[in-house]
């Protein structure tokens, strides 16, 4: 073969198509919001190295930036009643929307003058606010008052709920391995599945032991506080979203230029995407990010349930083996199915490119997070939403808050949406499905008016 064809020939366009497939492009400013630089990295991207990009970008000199002052919380750390990694994982950025977020009473807002150190001296990288008369504010001081008398950590609903999925889950993998049956193993990984869900209302929370459930099918808890509680939840669908951007090689959901083939062809490869969803995360977390130490040895529960399971006794590491892979491809499928199609890509909600224009030029983030998601009516209001991410609009609103306080709400949610001129829309979980293809073919950008 000459190396002219090699060049120019079918072999480097073929190179060249399965290059621009498999890479990330690389933004490194919002098309959205003008001044809003990106975290950098044009390959996959990882939670050390996306904590790393935004300490160069966000002005909070090595120690943490609310709005423009500069606090050093390094002693707070070991006190913090919502648990030390939060604050150790935060040194040198911006944790604003975070710490506004977080927490819902008005104790850590008076506390935080005591860490006070200097004032910043660049403007935030984030074009997001929280004035005391906007949206977000207003309604947070609501649900304050609201819960004032409800307890607020993990309840006792949730816990039983969560308990008993994995009690069911961990008999349908020794069933499976038992009677060596598929279809068992497809009961089992999608029971995973939902134990994984279900812990993910546990991890926003202070540090508990039941968060820990999230490692059964070897999802990390320290990997997912970074791409999904500091990234997703806080930008959803924006360049500093790593869940969508990690997925975008393959899922494009930015209105941005894409070929043909990711605008329709993904549409019949996405579950093969949401296959390989949950190996790629081991693999990419074993290879590269590293692990959180002993705590993983949760991630082999599955596998000795199996073990324990199968016929053969103590020589039957190779079926163990196998019903494990087939396990974890199955929980992965259903995650990535579920996830994906969660309520945040519909060709009428906010993807970056898309304008949010609102009164004065400024963005209320509370706004943002309603432009950015869209209610699934099955999945709201119910026990099923903790293992279906129901409830979405206010769990992005109130991450910390356990899922079965969230219907509690909706009154001042609604109250708050009226006022503001924001329509609460909703939709099945077939047309959030439908919606979530849709928004992969769209090129056409949006002007967000909403709540103006
Ligand atoms: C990276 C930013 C932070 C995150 C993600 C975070 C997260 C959390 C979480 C998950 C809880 C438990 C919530 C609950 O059980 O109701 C919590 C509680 C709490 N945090 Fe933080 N926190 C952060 C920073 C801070 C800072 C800077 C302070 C004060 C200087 C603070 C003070 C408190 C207090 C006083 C509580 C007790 C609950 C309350 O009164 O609301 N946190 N935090």
């Given at each position: 073969m000459s190396i002219e064809f090699m060049k120019n020939g079918p072999l480097e366009k073929i190179g060249a198509l399965v290059t621009s497939i498999l890479t990330m492009p690389v933004k490194l400013k919002s098309d959205s919001f003008e001044k809003w630089m990106a975290p950098e990295f044009n390959t996959f991207p990882e939670e050390t190295a996306w904590l790393e990009s935004r300490r160069k970008l966000e002005g909070a000199q090595g120690l943490w930036r609310v709005d423009n002052s500069i606090y050093d919380l390094t002693d707070f750390a070991k006190d913090h009643p919502g648990g030390e990694q939060w604050i150790n994982l935060t040194k040198g950025t911006d944790i604003t929307e975070l710490f506004?977020?977080?927490?819902?009473?008005?104790?850590?807002?008076?506390?935080?003058?005591?860490?006070?150190?200097?004032?910043?001296?660049?403007?935030?990288?984030?074009?997001?606010?929280?004035?005391?008369?906007?949206?977000?504010?207003?309604?947070?001081?609501?649900?304050?008052?609201?819960?004032?008398?409800?307890?607020?950590?993990?309840?006792?609903?949730?816990?039983?709920?969560?308990?008993?999925?994995?009690?069911?889950?961990?008999?349908?993998?020794?069933?499976?391995?038992?009677?060596?049956?598929?279809?068992?193993?497809?009961?089992?990984?999608?029971?995973?599945?939902?134990?994984?869900?279900?812990?993910?209302?546990?991890?926003?929370?202070?540090?508990?032991?039941?968060?820990?459930?999230?490692?059964?099918?070897?999802?990390?808890?320290?990997?997912?506080?970074?791409?999904?509680?500091?990234?997703?939840?806080?930008?959803p669908n924006s360049i500093h979203d790593m869940e969508m951007r990690m997925l975008e090689p393959w899922l494009q959901w930015c209105p941005s230029d894409k070929t043909l083939f990711h605008r329709f062809a993904s549409w019949l490869y996405s579950p093969v995407v949401y296959t390989l969803l949950l190996p790629m995360a081991i693999l990419l977390r074993w290879g590269i990010s590293g692990h959180d130490g002993a705590i993983e040895a949760v991630s082999l529960v599955v596998p000795l349930v199996l073990w324990m399971g199968q016929p053969a006794g103590i020589s039957g590491i190779l079926p163990t083996l196998y019903w494990w892979v087939a396990v974890i491809f199955i929980t992965s499928f259903f995650f990535g199915l579920i996830g994906v199609n969660a309520g945040h890509h519909h060709p009428e909600l906010f993807h970056d490119g898309d304008r949010?224009?609102?009164?004065?030029?400024?963005?209320?983030?509370?706004?943002?997070?309603?432009?950015?998601?869209?209610?699934?009516?099955?999945?709201?209001?119910?026990?099923?939403?903790?293992?279906?991410?129901?409830?979405?609009?206010?769990?992005?609103?109130?991450?910390?808050?356990?899922?079965?306080?969230?219907?509690?709400?909706?009154?001042?949610?609604?109250?708050?949406?009226?006022?503001?001129?924001?329509?609460?829309k909703t939709c099945t979980i077939w047309e959030a499905t439908m919606g979530q293809f849709l928004q992969l073919a769209r090129v056409r950008k949006l002007m967000l008016t909403h709540g103006a």
């Open positions: 506004k977020t977080y927490h819902v009473t008005d104790a850590p807002r008076q506390l935080l003058s005591a860490f006070y150190v200097k004032s910043a001296k660049t403007p935030r990288n984030s074009p997001f606010t929280f004035g005391s008369n906007d949206f977000y504010e207003i309604l947070r001081r609501r649900v304050n008052e609201k819960l004032r008398h409800v307890q607020r950590g993990p309840s006792l609903k949730a816990k039983m709920f969560a308990d008993s999925l994995l009690v069911l889950c961990l008999a349908c993998c020794w069933s499976t391995a038992r009677f060596e049956s598929h279809v068992l193993a497809v009961v089992a990984g999608l029971f995973l599945c939902v134990v994984t869900i279900c812990a993910h209302n546990f991890f926003h929370q202070r540090d508990n032991w039941r968060m820990h459930y999230f490692r059964l099918c070897g999802f990390s808890v320290t990997g997912w506080r970074v791409s999904h509680a500091m990234s997703h939840h806080m930008y949010i224009i609102q009164k004065g030029g400024k963005v209320d983030w509370g706004i943002y997070q309603m432009l950015a998601v869209r209610d699934r009516r099955q999945a709201n209001d119910n026990i099923v939403s903790l293992a279906l991410f129901g409830d979405h609009a206010l769990h992005h609103l109130f991450p910390s808050l356990d899922h079965m306080v969230l219907p509690m709400l909706y009154p001042e949610l609604e109250k708050t949406c009226r006022e503001f001129g924001i329509e609460l």
